[in-house]
């Protein structure tokens, strides 16, 4: 892999041999080289373990410290020593922890692992289908081995994009990541460093790419060692859900900025990882220019050497400048999830639209408003919050706007963190299933989705006891924005995060996949119809317009080349018939015909049938709780009649 961009050289390095400007590392000639940021102290000492045997580090500019370390190979364990004190702490940027975050560091050579994956391009938003995946609960054993064996399957699903949790470690036994403290460390809960890069490098062989979540908004509560060596790592200028904020435009950033930009590099370039997701980007605060996002942008793009990146953003209130080009002012990721498409499609599932739901009310135009546009709002007032919500989107591409039905948070927030088939309507769930699926944005499935799992996503946490209690109390506390969760009855049957069997409830059975093999074709099939038909597969603004047909029903024509559209029907009510039909949508190209091309229906997936919608005949019928995807086919009989006799 070619270096990533230039980073700042150390006095002890002068030859700009690292990798990565901080953490302890094997140049090519071999020689272990160690170099971190510690402002604090005056003195640091690399203490190789269990010999004990300590080198001093040699000051540089700005609180770095760095140099060579005779006789350390890759494998040997490490930690540092802060202005000789007795306490010994793990390398801020270490690339493994074997014992968890409280243990010794470990030196790994990244370039000891045998890729295979040279010819691999890499892959851009256009086109892609998502699954978002806990390699922790992915299988019964919950490692990458055997995440591995699951792969050839959603290829044939017609996955095209892996969206891991974050994998960066934690301390405990289970968790959903999202409390990393070792940025630069894959957990040991899965496995080792070359196991990582193994499943990629099979990943890539099967055509999937793989992108990974990560943290930059706040740090785990525990085993987090950056504030012993620097207290610029986080600040108190800006309120912070989760507790301190990262310091990216305070004084003293510019170190922080680096650590963190080294960090969304190292994932690329010594993984070989196709891009990133960030978590909760309104919580990342930079008041400066560049925006760190931005900057994180053009590291990922520099790291890869030439391989397409995907950049995808959690942002809460929606803002476009997500993705919006740098050049235009923006931030320049590539894709953005939609809350919007999910909250609708819960209150139309579900008929409940409570506490963030309470500005949604699942009718048709929200459908079609969402096909056309993306996001449902676009700045006007949002009564949940008291504000304004989002900002502009008109036209963005569609393919920038990730929908979904499931996602971890979603599911973990039914409380009993039920799955949506398990909430709604089966002919209901197929219904919503078929809008995402051959819908204009970028889909994106939980993992089990695929199968309808029965097993729940619950939230779990392995903490101390003391944290353990907090973290339950905070859940409770969250949850109880929802009144139908903030019942007496309801409110002690809660998981408890740091009960082990909570987190075993939620490991998937991938004999499901055959148990449930309905549900499985139905996605197979959904993702075959989006990537082979010449119309569905196209991503463009404008290509797509709606109507509403009914209180419960609606239309979405999707323009092909020539007069080759394509009518998706979807009926979340009882049985329709349209005798009056005032609506240019569903008329057909000039001198063709409707005919049925796909219906949700269908018995292979689970269907009663759906009755035949007749157009020609002036009366259309809509199935209830059904989709159903309409083609144009032969000229009608009364225009060859009427061919037939000049």
Known sequence: MPKTAAQPRSISDPAGRRRCPVGVELLPDGQAHARVWAPKARQVELVLEPDGRALALAAEADGYFAGAVEGMAAGALYRFRLDGGATLHPDPASRFQPEGPHGPSQLVDPGGFAWTDGGWPGRSVAGQVIYEMHIGTFTPEGTWEAATRELPALVELGVTVLELMPVADFPGRFGWGYDGVDLFAPTRLYGRPDDMRRFVDRAHGLGLAVILDVVYNHLGPDGNYLTCFADAYVTDRYKNEWGEAINFDGPDSGPVREF??????????????DGLRLDATQQIFDSGTPHILSEISRTVRAAAGGRATLLIGENEPQHATMVTPVEQGGCGLDAIWNDDLHHSAMVALTGRNEAYYTDYHGTPQEFVSAAKYGFLYQGQWYAWQGKGRGMPAYGLSPAAMVGFLQNHDQIANSGKGLRGHALTTPGRWRAMTTLLLLGPGTPMLFQGQEFAASTPFLYFADHKPELAKLVLEGRAGFLRQFPSIATPEVGPCLPEPHDERTFVRCKLDHGERDRHAEA????????????????????????????????????????????????????????????????????????????RLWSSEDPVYGGCGAAPVEPERGNWHLTGHAAVVLRPAGPTAETTKKDSHG
């Open 260 to 273: 963190f930009l080294a960090n969304a590099a190292c994932w690329i370039d010594e993984y070989h990882l």
């Open 520 to 595: 499985w074709a139905l996605h197979r099939d959904l993702l075959r119809l989006r990537r082979e038909d010449a119309v569905f597969r196209v991503q463009r603004p404008g290509r797509v317009d709606g109507a509403v047909l009914a209180p419960e029903a609606f239309v979405l024509r999707f323009f092909g080349e020539a007069g080759d559209d394509r009518l998706l029907l979807v009926n979340l009510g009882r049985d329709l018939t349209l005798r009056i039909l005032p609506e240019p949508l569903l008329a057909p190209p000039l001198g063709q015909r409707w005919t």
